[in-house]
């Protein structure tokens, strides 16, 4: 192999440690060190040089964690070391007859507990090879589980490499979903009148058994690693406890918990199991209880298994939080795409950390099948923690009085007819100009993932509107100070803000303003898939049906309304008044110390056949090198680079006296890009 092809090589290593890194300090450290525009730089230039030389992916590579077609099924994988599950308490006393069972097993050595939150996720195992992550299972029955290797690799909190030399490690998990990601997902689904999730757990579940690793990866899941399955390591010492071999985890790059405590007695355990059950509430991710393990491996060994759990461990499992109250009215909501939402309006109740007054119903299958009416008494909880929701009515306390309730014919926003298609829950309101849409749909351009205008949220949104100040999206690009001034809680200050964060937005990468429009059904990833494949939101908005559904990751659903987005005469109005503003619509240009390299403004010619480099690698190089490539020489070529049996263009040349380069000095020219 040449040595531009080595240059490239190192390059393509270069970037990979370089994102991986990064990776590890946002995902697993929580703590990043660039930008997201710079980390998506990184990731464009390495994924530009592999699609250039696909020979030299690797499994290993960040842009693999979402690769490949969909799968038929998943296969199974035996467990090398069984995957037990853990025996439950529910009390104090409870966990006091653990401690004195490990005592007496014990014959009275001293012995400490390790305690550590109880993730409500999915188990699984990973496995990593030579320092590689080789394969990832799910727990199935403890000893056969399924092969979730592509959906796992997705997860960036994952590492695919390990940070120190490992023969073979395989550990355990619990892949999860953060509290707001499952607020998030959910409430698009309900958007989509698709069926929701209960929890959290149910979400990483079902995201975790998708087919299509593509799904997998729009879903926002982590994962911490609470412990070792089996391990080889040739010169090094494994952990004697369990404390230790967090440690040593923590330093393979693996996301640890770091909420554990080492606890003297069961006394101290228990404390701190009061500690998370008061305070489970701050946690972004969902807890169900704690595990107390103890912590010497040896004391491990001597205590052994049952048939189905440790005799070492015990979970302190938290009691159900529900609570009691009355339905005083069912009212209705219009979201972005139209779809009306019931809510119920509660007497007010404490529940699991704060005052509820409000739970979402969903849709009216599920106030039919629970047979919810206005002044019912009934019993609610927090699914993931966090949405309120209603389990179930206490029909004894039924008193006749209550009153059914049924959805509005017309839309409580703009009046306009409200329709339920054929296989979908929801109800959407028909109106194109509905202004609870209009709201909503600008809440969502203005969001984090979207245009990520700060100091534009809801409220400010809301007061806008009524102030008649902007009427779509594209009214906040005129506005003025001087407009904001005049409106309440608006001072100097936060006006000059606002106007300068709407002006800065302009400048947004396009994948931000492709998921800012709010197309159904295309999501941040989508978002991004779009722009990198067309480049300009104009290319997009003229693509066909066939071309979408043939970009990875680009389903039947996604393209279709893309189409029908395209299609209304509204949106195209609008881009265009966007991009009369001066609204970003092409993706980002190619980094700049490539468009000002080193064959800047040049035009070269290509001849004969060159040794190490094939014509398109050659041509792209010229690309990447800021030049251009012609396919005849004129007065016009700078440079001809001519290899093996040129003819006639290499003769032109020489003719017209043009700087005639070999292979070893074209790549010398571009050294730069290399
Ligand atoms: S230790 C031998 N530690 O709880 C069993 N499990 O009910 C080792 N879980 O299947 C399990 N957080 O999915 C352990 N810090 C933690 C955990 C944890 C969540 C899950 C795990 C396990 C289930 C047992």
Redesign the pocket.
């Known amino acids: 192999m040449g040595g531009g092809h080595e240059k490239i090589r190192q390059t393509i290593d270069r970037l990979r440690r370089e994102i991986e890194q990064h990776n590890y300090y946002y995902y697993v450290l929580d703590a990043p060190t660039i930008t997201d525009a710079q980390y998506d730089r990184l990731m464009a230039d390495l994924q530009q040089l592999e699609k250039e030389n696909p020979l030299l992916i690797t499994p290993d590579s960040p842009t693999q964690r979402v690769g490949g077609k969909p799968r038929e099924g998943f296969t199974t994988v035996q467990h090398p070391v069984a ?4 025996a ?1 308490a529910f009390s104090d006393a409870e966990l006091a007859e653990f401690d004195r069972r490990v005592r007496g097993s014990l014959g009275g050595e001293p012995y400490q507990y390790v305690v ?8 699984v195992s990973l496995t990593y090879q030579d320092s590689i992550f080789v394969r990832g299972a799910t ?1 199935g029955d403890g000893s056969t589980g399924e092969d979730i290797t592509a959906n796992l690799k997705t997860i960036r909190s994952i590492p695919l490499r390990l940070h120190q030399p490992v023969d073979l490690l395989e550990v ?1 998990g ?1 892949v999860y979903m953060p509290k707001e990601s499952f607020v998030e997902l959910n409430r698009r689904r309900e958007e989509m009148g698709e069926p929701l999730f209960a929890n959290p757990r149910n979400a990483a579940a079902g995201s975790l058994r998708q087919l299509d690793p593509a799904v997998t990866a729009g879903r926002n899941l982590s994962i ?1 690693v ?2 070792i399955g089996a391990a080889e390591l040739s010169g090094h010492q494994l952990p004697t406890s369990h404390s230790e071999g967090l440690k040593w985890l923590e330093g393979l790059g693996l996301r640890v ?1 770091s909420h554990c405590q080492l606890c003297r007695d069961i006394g101290e355990a228990i404390s701190y199991c009061r500690i998370w059950q008061n305070k489970k509430a701050d946690l972004p991710y969902q807890i169900d209880g704690l ?1 107390i ?1 103890v912590n010497s491996l040896a004391q491990q060994s001597a205590l052994g298994f049952t048939m189905k ?2 005799r070492w ?1 015990m ?1 302190f499992k938290f009691p159900p939080e529900q609570a009691q109250t009355t339905v005083r009215d069912i009212i209705v909501s219009v979201g972005r795409t139209g779809v009306i939402t019931p809510t119920a309006v509660l007497d007010p109740v404490f529940l699991a950390g704060s005052t509820v007054s409000r739970a979402t119903l969903h849709n009216e299958d599920i106030i039919r099948e629970k047979d919810i009416r206005i002044g019912d008494r009934v019993v609610i909880h927090k699914a993931g923690d966090v949405i309120p929701e209603v389990v179930e009515v206490l029909k004894d306390s039924r008193t006749g009085g209550e009153k059914v309730f049924s959805m509005p014919a017309a839309c409580p926003a703009c009046g306009a007819e409200v329709v339920r298609a054929t296989g979908e829950a929801a109800r959407r309101c028909t109106g194109a100009a509905c202004p609870a849409q209009l709201l909503e749909g600008m809440i969502h351009f203005a969001s984090r993932g979207a245009m990520d205008i700060a100091g534009l949220g809801p409220a400010v949104v809301a007061q806008l509107t009524e102030a008649g100040l902007v009427r779509d999206v594209s009214d906040l690009y005129s506005l003025t100070e001087e407009q904001l001034l005049r409106l309440e809680r608006f001072g100097d200050k936060s006006a000059e803000n606002l106007v300068r964060a709407i002006a800065a937005s302009k400048e947004n990468p396009l994948h931000r303003l492709i998921f800012a429009l709010g197309i159904r059904h295309a999501g941040e990833r989508a978002a991004r898939v779009l722009a990198e494949h067309f480049g300009d939101l104009d290319r997009l908005m003229n693509a066909g049906y066939d071309e979408l559904i043939t970009i990875p990751e680009i389903g039947p659903k996604i393209a279709e309304s893309i189409i029908n987005f395209a299609r209304e005469p509204q949106n195209r109005a609008l881009i265009e008044r966007l991009a009369e503003y001066g609204v970003n619509m092409t993706a980002e240009a190619a980094p700049a110390s490539l468009s000002d390299g080193p064959l800047k403004g040049k035009t070269l010619v290509l001849t004969g056949t060159l040794a190490v480099l094939k014509r398109d690698e050659a041509k792209e190089l010229v690309e990447q090198a800021g030049g251009k490539v012609s396919s005849s020489v004129s007065k016009k070529t700078d440079y001809v680079v001519a290899g093996e049996n040129p003819g006639s263009k290499y003769e032109k040349a020489v003719k017209l006296n043009l700087p005639v380069l070999d292979e070893q000095e074209f790549l010398a020219l571009i050294k730069p890009v290399l």
């Open positions: 995957m037990l599950s853990l439950n550590e939150l109880k993730i409500d996720g999915l188990a727990r355990r619990e911490f609470y412990g918990n595990v393990k759990s440790p461990a979970a």
